[in-house]
């Protein structure tokens, strides 16, 4: 009886043990840290963004176009690398997959002024 709990708690499940042993679980990992670590630089370059879109409004009084597209696309990036993070999604983002467009169904709020 003790040895089947120890078994059942410690023990040699096979599913276990052949997770350890499987290289596309590992392979995952490695891009799951990798995307990690991307996706804190882009939120870095996404501040950047951001401060410079503001200087664009402050004196144009409008945003640049380009950046606000380039925003989104990389706010579309974002997303797919948190889904792919927290494993919502099996698609690995770019660049093994397609660069995201960006677009969105919602008008952007720069547009709404």
Known sequence: MRADL???LFGEDKTTNSSWKNPGIWQRGLAMLCFGFISGFI???ISLIAIVQFIT???SQKPNSQLV???QSLNSYT???NQFL????ESYPFPFSDWPDGRTSEVPP????
């Open 69 to 71: 597209r380039f925003g």
């Open 57 to 59: 409004l402050l004196f």
């Open 43 to 45: 939120r870095l370059f």
């Open 6 to 8: 120890e078994n059942e």
């Open 86 to 89: 927290t494993i919502n999604s």
């Open 110 to 113: 720069a547009e709404q002024v």
């Open 79 to 81: 997303y797919q690398i």
